[in-house]
């Protein structure tokens, strides 16, 4: 650790030394564990795929039930306004007319 010119943060430190040690490790793997370990790496990219088909069933079955509830409710302001037309046909003329005044 040495002082930089120009950083202010720096101004005071001394000059340091840290001792670094390094240490080099292998494993060796037996065959009988090597394909629980593959199956772990595998393991993840199938919790990621049910987990993205999963999620755009739950999308595909939410718009099914927006588009299932804006067409009823289309279906019942049409049939309101149907009986609207109606009362307001019996109301002025006194019966009901096959032809709507709207």
């Given amino acids: 650790l040495d002082k ?3 950083i202010e943060m720096f ?5 340091l030394m840290f001792p670094v040690l390094w240490f ?3 494993a060796v793997l037996p065959e009988s564990m090597a394909s629980p ?9 199938l919790i990621q795929a ?3 088909c999963c999620a755009s ?3 595909v079955m939410f718009l099914g039930v927006a588009l299932s ?3 009823r409710g289309r279906k019942m302001w049409e049939m309101e ?7 307001l046909n019996k109301l002025k003329y006194g019966g009901e007319r096959s032809q709507s005044l709207f």
């Fill in 24 to 26: 080099d490790s292998e």
């Fill in 4 to 6: 930089i010119d120009g």
């Fill in 50 to 52: 049910c987990g993205a």
């Fill in 69 to 71: 509830g804006a067409r």
């Fill in 81 to 87: 306004k149907a009986r609207n037309i109606t009362r």
């Fill in 11 to 15: 101004r005071n430190v001394p000059q």
């Fill in 57 to 59: 069933m739950g999308g």
């Fill in 37 to 45: 370990l593959n199956m772990l790496v595998v393991l993840q990219f």
